[in-house]
């Protein structure tokens, strides 16, 4: 039997869907897919894409580098850094810092201070002293331990590959102090900085640290371009400029990889996919949907209409969530990672402790006076510690050993629905009915180790203080400490594992009716429970509507017609890329996910799925399409796929996902134009903003844009669907 091609049925078991959600976020970590096949047709134009420079790296053509050669070249940093902190040298910023690097550099100016202590060179000293402080403090954090597969190649950590950033490092003079990593991506590393420019206010920023190769360089300097036409439009009093992530600064960094370019940005928290996941690939409430869709479609139409801009890679790992109130949470997580620090100092301790008074054999220690009460104290935890922990932590005085890496791991900020004590401590902190000190100290009184007790009181204590500190006031963080029993691994996991789906609004979730809770004027939407806010993130990709640096464009499952086909394109193809994203958070589920047969490509599958879901397509595209001859023959039938099954996507709507018929029909209509073949025809971002279904999006009831005409297409846009030629560019 001929089944159809189309996503929706590939994914017809429920078990099959998840499994494939796997691979699927496996392929989407690779840069822009180039197929072979699109790549025999489409040579880049005049400029290198970054993405093929990529592959040539990968495919070793540009010479690998083995961890030996990062390791030589940390050495020559070092000697550089250590030269830097002379009595009459500048202050270097740069370059990866350790305990003992760190320690012989102050021992040098030690000794050079003695013969010419300068005001300078003791500003170095102190800078230095420092940078030591905050190194010997992170090396105790669990937060350095990472998940190999999900982070950056150690690899690329090369000349011309990324920059080895770390937490303390300063930038820019030392106005910028990177605090923790927030994620990366094929061309930076993204971190957390607190931007020290205002004496006394503390601010936080997020950097983007980008690969030094010329290739990522001029690349992050067209995304500049980009990004500073979308921060200085004059239509900045177009409600969608707020949903795209601004640009705040940028400037040069000097490693030892090279030069690297840096953008500065306001801090987001993580991504959509990440809200996918959240929700198990099975939707998410669209109470939340139709804000996201409405903030996109905002967004995009500022791109498009008022700037001049296409994404050309919309897709959930490029829509970021606001986490609101930063500094509050800034605070917040890092008095979490204060709190895990004291634990595993505990920990330890315990562990000597009871080493002490026991022999490695676990014989009580003769020499130990103390050894009964010890024992009794700790039976119920230093021996589960035992159970659960390496044994080297048993051994008096070690420590685990630490592996040498560059690559620290990614910690992006929680979701802002975390909980709702926390939002209700976060609304009297933005009220001002709670100062900053006194929810300090509300938070310190819960973190703060007691002393002078005994090692089972203490863990008891702490038991008990992380118990409320964390556990009760965050449901979404797992019962890291039970009984005294400590699991590392939930506790370092907690932060990121706020989950908005067990949050107590949300119980029960996905529902798109939930009641709204107590709302706080931000001065701008009302935010409550059920509010969230996105920014289209990585313009790294970005074109002009007048000046296309390549035809390779989109992420594979998120590709438009036209540009599978070879036709000409638009700032409509975003257009296409929304709407794959929307059903995506509709549903859980991609909505095309093609792959290759033995008798088929991956572009052949794709084609075969778009036409089983939207019928054959439009003249235009065969005519235009300089590939259209590869797939179709003389009579319009494709020529390595024979039998298609047509599911429309009310049916799949309906048949898969259990919406209703009425629900099936509205989220159709809605999604319909924007899948619309012919990309001349298809509707434009602010038309559908004033969509029948977005009407009741949560906080933006009201919000339209008055000049555009629902259903509209966007042919009057300059560059709608071609390049626009001819004229001085933008
Ligand atoms: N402003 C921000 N606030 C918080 N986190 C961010 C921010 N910008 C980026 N990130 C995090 O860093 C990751 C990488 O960012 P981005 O996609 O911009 O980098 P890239 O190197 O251009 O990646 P890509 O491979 O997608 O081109 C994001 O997925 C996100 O997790």
Known sequence: MQSSRFSGLSHGSETHSLSLTHKDECDRCAEIEIDV??????PPKAKVQPQLQLQKMRSGQTGPNGSSNDSKLFKKYFVDKVNSVSPNGGQSQQGPATKSNLSLALQQSDMASQHQPQPLFLQNKLAAQEELNAVIDDSDDSDSSYDEKNEESSKDYRPGGYHPAYKGEKYKSGRYVLVRKLGWGHFSTVWLARDLRSVGVTTHVAMK????????????????????????????EHLGSRYILKLLDNFYHEGPNGEHIVMVFEVLGENLLALIKKYEHRGIPLVYVKQISKQLLLGLDYMHRKCGVIHTDIKPENVLMEIGDVEGIVEMVELMDKQKRDL????????????SAVSPMGVPNANSTNHNRIRRDVSGTALEMSSSSSLHQMVPG??????????????????????????????????????????????????SLPSH?????????????????????????????????INEGQLANSLSSFDISQSEDNVGAPSSNSPTSGSVDTGRRNVDSNTIEIKIADL????????????????????????????????????????????ELITGDLLFEPDEGHSYTKDDDHIAQI???????????LAEGRYARTFFNSRRQLRNISKLKHWPLKNVLHEKYNFSLTESQDVADFLLPMLQMDPRKRADAGGLVNHPWLSDAHGMENVTVPDRVLYGSGADIPGWYQEVKGHPKH
């Not at 096949?37 to 489409?42: A, C, G, L, N, V």
């Not at 879901?613 to 003249?619: M, Q, S, V």
Request: glycine share 6%.
């Open 37 to 42: 096949s699109t790549d025999e047709f489409q």
């Open 344 to 355: 595993k100092r505990f920990q330890r301790k315990c562990s000597q402790d009871f080493s």
């Open 611 to 621: 036409m089983e879901l939207l019928g054959d397509l439009p003249h235009y595209l």
């Open 398 to 447: 070690s420590r685990r050993p630490r592996r040498h890496t560059v690559i620290t791991g990614s910690q992006p900020l929680p979701s802002p629905l975390a909980s709702a004590n926390f939002k209700e401590m976060k609304n009297q902190f933005i009220t001002g009915s709670m100062s900053s000190q006194q929810w300090q100290n509300s938070m310190a009184s819960k973190s």
């Open 453 to 485: 007790t005994t090692p089972g009181a203490e863990m008891n204590e702490l038991s008990n203080s992380m118990d409320s500190a964390t556990t009760a006031r965050y449901p979404g963080v797992p019962d890291a400490v039970n009984g005294g029993q």
């Open 540 to 583: 790294g990709n970005a074109c002009w509507y007048d000046e296309h640096y390549t035809s390779s464009i989109q992420t594979r499952e998120y590709r438009a017609p036209e540009v599978l086909l070879g036709a000409p394109w638009g700032c409509s193809a975003d257009i296409w890329s929304a709407a794959c994203l929307i059903f």
């Open 209 to 236: 640290i980008v690969r030094s190769d010329k290739v990522y360089s001029e690349a992050a300097q067209d995304e500049i371009k980009l990004l500073k036409r979308i921060r200085s439009s004059t239509e900045q």
